[in-house]
């Protein structure tokens, strides 16, 4: 139904979320569906601040319902609704079929990742079933794949056979072993009107994702916004401390371009020199011991968990045994939240958490921390930057990796009114991304 997004595109704390719930409440006879990163920011914010628009988020219901069903039951009932991103992107044909009956108003706050890399198979096996012409590549279908192979259950290769079917799984035009999984665009088809809130959503995968598919994007000017913008880059400018630890610079002084990339943290691994540069932050804590308590970090995730699931294994870091990088993920205890239904659940949370996915977006609960250690340096996935080159879409890479920063580092402290925050960017390319965009050095 929609070909046009509308995109609200103003700097963190701007009030982005603010306004559209205001435009929400002043346009109560519209029919919502917002979406946003956190489970927490859809159960709770959206739920306790639209004010007269009565938003519910899909549950676990008492019957047994899964949250999809109980999606499908909301939507079929013309509700207002608040979900997050993977929920959202997860929605089947039954569930657009109502979106697009009652003419719901989508609102997604901060961008989706609509294409992601596809690696469930190693390449190798990719090749030989490319090879035997298993697998076909449409190129005017923006090179959608088909697996023309009719496998039994349980075939190894079942997985690969269903995502194909079901026309998500996409490939360069050369070689034809990498692969990425996309949402079918019918997800943002079937919405009346479409909402992006977000900044930089033009060097964004999203944005890359609808152009790709056809869609055309209109930035909405708001005089207040473009006002508050200032604002908050002067007070970042003021309150933004960016600080060196010289035995990790020079450590890193003579690196490539690519170091701190997700590649030379692997070569690290398997060097096993990956805690070398905790060990510079961690000394450096240690001089600093303001920031002992108040940090967090960030780092590629295979560093701070273990992949084997089924048999403890000390990740990488905890091995190390680092005085004030021990226990990155937080310690896990239990306790009783009350769902948007009023009835209560135990889950288990994660305390004193030092670590964050680089990713991370849309929390507040990190605001108290007042030193950030942005030990990564960010690329578009490979893959994914081929395939988006193959067809015609150039991703910047220096903006694109300053948008994620920016993102990350605005978890902290410094998203509060007068907060002052101390951060510690290992990469001199994105420090420098850093610097330019602040306009200091």
């Given at each position: 139904m929609t070909k046009e997004i509308k995109v609200i595109d103003y700097v963190m704390g701007t009030g982005k979320t603010k306004y559209i719930f205001e435009y929400m409440q002043a346009n109560p006879h519209k029919k919502y569906i917002y979406v946003t990163p956190l489970l927490s920011e859809a159960e709770m914010r959206a739920v306790e601040q639209c004010g007269s628009i009565s938003m519910v988020s899909p549950v676990v219901d008492e019957r047994g319902n899964t949250k999809s069903q109980h999606m499908l039951e909301l939507l079929k009932e013309g509700l207002n609704i608040s979900t997050t991103h993977t929920m959202f992107k997860n929605l089947r044909k039954q569930h657009l079929k109502q979106?697009?009956?009652?003419?719901?108003?989508?609102?997604?706050?901060e961008t989706v990742d609509f294409i992601e890399s596809y690696?469930?198979?190693?390449?190798?096996?990719?090749?030989d079933l490319s090879e035997r012409g298993d697998l076909l590549v449409h190129e005017d279908m923006n090179g959608r794949v088909s697996m023309e192979w009719d496998i039994s259950e349980g075939n190894t290769y079942e997985d690969l056979k269903g995502m194909c079917d079901a026309g998500l799984v996409y490939s360069t035009k050369?070689?034809?072993?990498?692969?990425?999984v996309q949402v079918p665009p019918v997800i943002i088809d079937a919405a009346a009107e479409v909402f992006v809130l977000t900044y930089l959503y033009e060097h964004s995968l999203m944005r890359s994702f609808m152009d790709l598919h056809g869609f055309t994007?209109?930035?909405?000017?708001?005089?207040?916004l473009e006002d508050k913008t200032k604002e908050v880059k002067e007070r970042i400018r003021t309150n933004?401390?960016?600080?060196?630890?010289?035995?990790?610079?020079?450590?890193?002084?003579?690196?490539?371009?690519?170091a701190l990339s997700h590649s030379w943290w692997n070569t690290m691994i398997k060097k096993n020199t990956a805690t070398d540069l905790f060990k510079f932050c961690s000394n450096w804590l240690n001089n600093n011991l303001e920031h002992k308590d108040s940090f967090f970090f960030t780092c590629p995730k295979?560093?701070?968990?273990?992949?084997?699931?089924?048999?403890?294994?000390?990740?990488v870091l905890e091995k190390a045994k680092l005085r004030y990088f021990s226990n990155p993920l937080g310690e896990s205890v239990t306790e009783e939240i009350l769902d948007t239904q009023g009835k209560k659940h135990?889950?288990?949370?994660?305390?004193?958490?030092?670590?964050?996915?680089?990713?991370?977006?849309?929390?507040?609960?990190?605001c108290d921390r007042k030193m950030c250690f942005y030990l990564i340096n960010v690329y578009p996935n490979l893959a994914v930057q081929h395939y988006l080159g193959d067809y015609g879409l150039k991703i910047d890479e220096d903006m694109y990796a300053l948008s994620e920063m920016l993102q990350f580092i605005w978890r902290g402290n410094i998203r509060t009114e007068g907060g002052e925050m101390t951060v510690y960017i290992a990469s001199p390319r994105m420090k420098k991304l850093l610097q330019d965009w602040i306009g200091i050095h």
């Open positions: 979106i697009e009956y009652w003419g719901y108003t989508l609102i997604i706050d690696n469930d198979y190693n390449q190798a096996d990719i090749k050369k070689p034809h072993t990498m692969l990425n994007h209109k930035k909405l000017i708001i005089p207040h933004l401390k960016i600080v060196e630890v010289k035995a990790a610079d020079n450590y890193l002084k003579n690196t490539y371009k690519a295979v560093l701070v968990s273990s992949e084997n699931k089924q048999r403890r294994t000390k990740s135990k889950v288990k949370k994660t305390v004193n958490i030092k670590w964050l996915f680089s990713g991370t977006k849309a929390t507040n609960d990190f």
